[in-house]
């Protein structure tokens, strides 16, 4: 049991910058792709017209200010919300996610900083919770304790000291690590993760930062929101920005400097040249 998402990085082609559209699946075409995605909640409209790639064997920083829609967005690829119109494309196939089972049967998982976990359940517990092995219609303990020990390793989460302790007494990073594993053990292809450093020290933010690279280098596609422009920087290869629910620039992490993601997050547009890159989105 252990890793065996090993379909090898993309290679970042013209897809990766958001303008290719192929129509049907072929190497370039990113794992999960959204087109026109909109979404309103009575009178507030979350979302207008969103498109977003997120390529597998690359990490997507989604970011934006309070209310863009970031976490709309990641519960339309979740299941839990049903975008109101828009098209998803998985490997360029049209997909529809109409519950978060849909999504988990994909191979989608989403890990939320304070939900992921249940506080009174061990580390193996929470691994398998809900999709617990059985022998002999009894739990199968040894089989479930040797493949959670495994994905830790392969992940080289090395600091927790017993995969029987209950996560309540793990720390933030600990706490992460255990729900990105867990996340990996399914075998997903794609892993959003909402805000994973918010609450970290410095060592565990790169604790986790390290993990989203490992995830990356297994060949899934990541998607991490954030506001910490560090972090983006450090992880991202693509960075998509929204702004009052609308992507108003995504691309290469490179095509961006510090003042230009500033300026996309606090005004949804930006003046510098260095963002002024062809494969920017950009909607008026
Ligand atoms: N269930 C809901 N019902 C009504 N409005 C909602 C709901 N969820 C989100 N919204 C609204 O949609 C907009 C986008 O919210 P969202 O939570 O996606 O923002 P965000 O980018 O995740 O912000 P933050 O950085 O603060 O987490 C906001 O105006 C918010 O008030
Ligand atoms: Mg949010």
């Keep these: 049991m252990s890793l065996t998402h090993m379909d090898g990085p993309t290679d970042g082609g013209p897809a990766a910058g958001g303008q290719a559209l192929a129509t049907g699946p072929a190497a370039a075409e990113p794992l999960l792709r959204l087109k026109g995605v909109s979404k309103h909640f009575g009178a507030v409209q979350a979302l207008f017209e969103v498109d977003l790639d997120l390529p597998a064997g690359q990490v997507t920083a989604l970011c934006g200010d309070n209310g863009a829609g970031k976490s709309v967005l990641t519960k339309c690829i979740a299941g839990i919300h049903q975008p109101d119109a828009g098209q998803m494309f998985w490997q360029g196939q049209p997909i529809h996610i109409r519950?978060?089972?849909d999504s988990a049967a994909l191979g989608i998982e989403t890990v939320y900083q304070d939900l992921a976990l249940a506080d009174n359940l061990d580390i193996v517990q929470n691994m398998f919770l809900g999709r617990e092995r059985q022998r002999r219609f009894i739990l199968d303990e040894d089989s479930m304790e040797r493949a959670a020990a495994e994905t830790l390793a392969s992940l080289h989460v090395t600091t927790v000291r017993s995969i029987r302790q209950p996560v309540a007494t793990l720390s933030g990073g600990q706490r992460q690590a255990v729900a990105v594993a867990k996340a990996v053990m399914w075998n997903s292809k794609l892993v959003l993760l909402d805000e994973p450093t918010a609450a970290l020290g410095v060592a565990q933010t790169k604790m986790v930062l390290d993990l989203?690279?490992?995830l990356k280098s297994h060949g899934l596609a990541v998607m991490v929101i954030s506001h910490n422009l560090n972090d983006i920087?450090?992880?991202?290869?693509?960075?998509?920005?929204?702004h009052l629910g609308r992507m108003v620039a995504q691309d290469r992490a490179s095509a961006f400097d510090r003042q230009s993601a500033v300026d996309y997050m606090t005004t949804g547009g930006s003046s510098r040249e260095v963002a002024a890159s062809a494969s920017t989105t950009r909607r008026d």
Excluded: G, L, Q, T
């Design 99 to 101: 519950s978060p089972k």
């Design 212 to 214: 989203v690279r490992r």
């Design 233 to 242: 920087f450090e992880v991202a290869d693509r960075i998509a920005i929204m």
